[in-house]
C-alpha cells in the first residue's frame, strides 16, 4: 500500500493560485500599473510589493494524503492552539476532543476535508471578527460550521472562523456531499482558524504548539 495518495488532481501550474484571490490580486495589479503609468516610482514599487504578497497570501500548493487506516487530516494549515476535550458545542452530541488550527497571514489559506464522508450539515453564524487566537472566537466570531457523517454512528465537524485580519469566508460544500479526505473545500481570506471536533476516544497525533499542514499532517486516528 502506498504511504502517501493523491485525492485532487495536480495543478498543472508551477504557483497555482486559489481563484477567490484573483479578484484581489487583479485590483492590486491594476492600482499599480496606474501609478506605474503616472509616474509614481515609489508607489509603483509599494504596489508590486503588495501585488506579490496578495499572490503568496492565495498560493493553493498541491498536497499528498496520508494513506493510513481511519486517520483524520487537519483541514488547514497553522499552529494547534488547543487539543483538549470538551463537554459540549453547537455540533456534534455529547462529549469530544476539539483541535484548534491557528492560520496565520503566512499560512497557506486552502481549506481541505479532514475525512471521507458525507455532509449533514452546513451552519453559517454571521459575528464579530476578533483575534481569532482567543478562546471566545470559536463563539463570538463569524463561522462556517461543517458536519460529515462518517458513518451512522461516528460524525466529525469542523469550523471555519473568521478573524480580525480575516473578512471572508469561502465554502464550496453543500448538505448533502459526498466527500473525499485531503480535497479542497474553500479558504479564509487573510488567515483565522479552523476548530475540528472528534469523537471523544478518538487517539490523538498531535499536541499544543505542532505546526500542521492541510491535507498532509494528521490529527488523530478514529477508533
Given at each position: 500500500m502506498k504511504d502517501y495518495i493523491w485525492t485532487d488532481k495536480p495543478l498543472e501550474t508551477a504557483f497555482p493560485i486559489a481563484k477567490p484571490g484573483y479578484p484581489y490580486i487583479g485590483a492590486a495589479a491594476?492600482?499599480?500599473l496606474v501609478l506605474a503609468i503616472v509616474g509614481f516610482?515609489?508607489?509603483t514599487v509599494i504596489g508590486i510589493i503588495v501585488t506579490f504578497c496578495i499572490c503568496g497570501f492565495f498560493r493553493d500548493p498541491d498536497r499528498v494524503v496520508p494513506n493510513k487506516d481511519k486517520c483524520v487530516v487537519s483541514p488547514a494549515d497553522g499552529k494547534v492552539i488547543i487539543a483538549e476535550m470538551v463537554e459540549s458545542n453547537p455540533y456534534i452530541e455529547g462529549r469530544c476532543i476539539k483541535v484548534s488550527v491557528f492560520m496565520s497571514v503566512f499560512n497557506v489559506h486552502v481549506n481541505r476535508i479532514p475525512y471521507d464522508g458525507k455532509v449533514s450539515l452546513i451552519s453559517y453564524h454571521p459575528g464579530k471578527?476578533?483575534?481569532a487566537s482567543l478562546d471566545k472566537a470559536?463563539?463570538?466570531n463569524e463561522r462556517n460550521g461543517i458536519v460529515i457523517d462518517v458513518d451512522k454512528k461516528t460524525k466529525i465537524g469542523f469550523v471555519q472562523i473568521a478573524g480580525l485580519v480575516a473578512r471572508r469566508i469561502v465554502c464550496g460544500l453543500s448538505e448533502g456531499d459526498v466527500v473525499t479526505k485531503g480535497r479542497?473545500?474553500?479558504l479564509i481570506c487573510f488567515g483565522s482558524r479552523l476548530d475540528v471536533y472528534l469523537p471523544e476516544d478518538t487517539k490523538l497525533n498531535v499536541q499544543l504548539g505542532d505546526k500542521v499542514s492541510a491535507g498532509t499532517s494528521i490529527l488523530g486516528f478514529l477508533q
Open positions: 491594476f492600482i499599480t516610482k515609489c508607489l471578527f476578533v483575534n470559536s463563539s463570538d479542497r473545500f474553500g
